[in-house]
């Protein structure tokens, strides 16, 4: 079942992206637009599809808003390595509820022990969807015993 508006999901632009470029230079792009550099659009289109179209358009904040850090941190749920670790825990601060969730959403999938303490931070989050991430994502650790 496709279930995005440009024919793939996320996981499966950016699994495909990792095939085209290499999940290291993926993993590379993520962390840079997570450390502040200026996304380019093929990694933005690669990551968000459509949507990128409005935001390199200058909409929603444009490119230096919060919607490429979002992506990125999405990306690297599927696009991999130990390289990025720093950025997501940076991520679970950000000024963006939805980059938060994003990180601690990151920090379960790659079972992340070194944010242990950011994870029981947010669990006092202001935004209930950040707060269940976190909870989660401690859920996750401690079934894996990290």
């Keep these: 079942m ?11 632009s950016i699994e495909a992206e990792c095939r085209r470029e290499g999940t290291k230079n993926v993993v590379q792009r993520c962390v840079a637009i997570l450390s502040g550099d200026t996304p380019d659009e093929a990694t933005l289109h690669a990551l968000a599809g459509p949507g990128a179209t409005t935001v390199l358009e200058g909409g929603e904040g444009g490119v230096t808003g919060y919607w490429p850090r979002v992506w990125a941190m999405r990306g690297l749920l599927y696009a991999w390595n130990d390289t990025a670790t ?4 940076a991520g679970a601060s950000d000024e963006s ?3 938060r969730e994003m990180s601690a959403r990151v920090v379960a999938r790659h079972q992340l022990s070194d944010a242990i303490e950011e ?5 006092d989050d202001e935004n209930a969807r950040v707060r269940e991430a976190a909870e989660r994502a401690l859920v996750r650790l ?3 015993g990290v």
């Design 2 to 12: 496709i279930s995005s508006r440009w024919g793939v999901t996320p996981r499966e």
């Design 119 to 123: 994870m029981v931070g947010l669990r």
């Design 86 to 89: 720093a950025v997501v825990l």
């Design 142 to 144: 401690a079934e894996f």
């Design 97 to 99: 509820w939805r980059v």
